[in-house]
């Protein structure tokens, strides 16, 4: 099995700042992609942003430019940082890990317990 440990999330007033940190543990032989989403009250969880093993990224087209995902010095590990916080930001934000398990080297994709963001305006 693989855990997320997420850390980071609170109360921010908007045009403010938040670092989220997720942490990955377990048998894990490789790691295919790691990436945060979000998903806010009535709504669908969305993709936040992404980054693979190559440091390929992707963000959602309403976080561009104000929030930066990026790979840890300690394996397995991803953080985002969130500038210019809105609003329309406030949701719980979930860590997601994708990769190959090592004992059976079969896929997993695995979810932290989320963190909460609000921002207030």
């Known amino acids: 099995q693989v855990q997320l440990v997420e850390s980071g999330g609170g109360l921010v007033q908007a045009g403010g700042s938040l670092r989220l940190s997720c942490a990955a543990s377990g048998r894990i032989f490789s790691m295919n992609a790691m990436g945060w989403y979000r998903q806010a009250p009535g709504k669908q969880r969305e993709l936040v942003a992404r980054i693979t093993s190559s440091s390929g990224t992707n963000y959602a087209d309403s976080v561009k430019g104000r929030f930066t995902i990026s790979r840890g010095n300690a394996k397995n590990t991803v953080y985002l940082q969130m500038n210019s916080l809105k609003p329309e930001d406030t949701a719980v934000y979930y860590c997601?890990?994708?990769?190959?398990?090592?004992?059976?080297?079969?896929?997993?994709?695995?979810w932290g317990q989320g963190t909460q963001v609000t921002v207030s305006s």
């Open positions: 997601n890990a994708q990769g190959v398990t090592l004992t059976t080297l079969a896929d997993f994709d695995s």
